[in-house]
């Protein structure tokens, strides 16, 4: 077996050296071939691109948080090499949606033992842009855009910039297009899930899954601050999930145009401002490593 680890060395603030002697250690004492690419923000797509292409490896295995599960999906996109998630970042979001085990020597392990093999859904935007997890235009949006330049991490850190941002915030008009229907709405946020919560562990999307060749389009329309604030921050992970506050939109292809240019951020990393976006699922795009404790693999596998 020949394993390729993609790792960001930056990821979450997160040293990854300690694994990655431990990684090297294993796969030693097994037998497992293994290579190491480190990402330095500088041409990564091209020379991960060659590394595949020449050391042809039977499985990758994701180091580091949400941003470099989507960096290594992309790469990935449409290939039959299947990638597995060690989660070393400061979100993440997408190893606990699909149940990766969050001790990282683990989940390696649960790499190289498992046979299981699904199909991962990535969202397409703009014919250009991907997201694996979570994106949205609004609050939240502003929030990352003002808590990527902090360099305190965590909870307590999101909470300040996030009842920063409610204060200023007010509903913004847009249009959805989905499903031969057209809505028109205002809301302080606009959610495009392919995963249930946030990696803080906010929930936004209760009933998505990312292996179900759809995603959902979650409308917020507002957040009473100061009920929250009654409530000592106690109800913090609840704040986006609200039968009563918003709208869910099930489907597989979209159209949202807003009122003006709007902040875009996807699987937290901040895009740009757009007016409009093209939304489209691309159905088992990426094979991943899991296991039949998935919940998501298990509704599936139910359902068909």
């Known amino acids: 077996m020949k394993i ?33 690419f480190k990402t330095t923000g500088k041409d990564d797509a091209k020379k991960l691109k060659d590394i595949l292409s020449n050391y042809q490896p039977d499985k990758v295995a994701s180091v580091g948080g949400d941003g470099t599960t989507l960096f290594t999906s992309e790469i990935l996109l449409n290939s039959t090499i299947p990638m597995g998630i060690i989660p070393l970042g400061s979100a993440n979001g997408m190893a606990t949606e699909l149940f990766v085990n969050p001790d990282p020597v683990e989940a390696l392990k649960e790499i190289i ?11 397409l935007v703009n014919d250009k842009y991907y997201s694996i997890h979570i994106g949205d235009v609004g609050i939240n949006a502003n929030i990352i855009k003002s808590y990527e330049k902090d360099k305190n991490r965590g909870m307590s ?19 959805v297009k989905a499903n031969g229907k057209t809505i028109r709405e205002k809301g302080i946020m606009v959610g495009i899930c392919n995963a249930r919560k ?14 179900d060749g759809k995603f959902e389009i979650v409308i917020v329309k507002q957040i009473n601050l100061n009920s929250l604030l009654l409530a000592g921050l106690s109800k913090f992970d609840e704040i986006f999930y609200d039968n009563q506050n918003g709208i869910v939109i099930k489907t597989d292809i979209a159209d949202i145009e807003f009122d003006q240019p709007r902040l875009l951020q996807l699987d937290g990393e901040v895009i740009g ?23 998501s693999l298990q509704e599936i596998q139910h359902n068909s």
């Open 157 to 175: 850190t999101y909470a300040k910039y996030f009842i920063e941002e409610v204060k200023k915030s007010k509903p913004f008009g847009f249009s």
């Open 198 to 211: 946030y990696g803080t562990g906010v929930p936004l999307n209760l009933k998505g899954n990312p292996m």
């Open 4 to 36: 390729l680890f993609v790792v960001n060395p930056i990821s979450g603030g997160v040293n990854k050296e300690p694994f990655i002697k431990k990684a090297k250690s294993i796969c030693k004492k097994y037998g497992i071939d293994f290579l190491f």
């Open 113 to 123: 033992m498992s046979q299981v093999v699904a199909g991962l859904d990535m969202i």
């Open 273 to 295: 401002m757009f007016s409009k976006l093209n939304l489209k699922i691309l159905k088992g795009a990426v094979k991943i490593i899991t296991s039949h404790d998935n919940v």
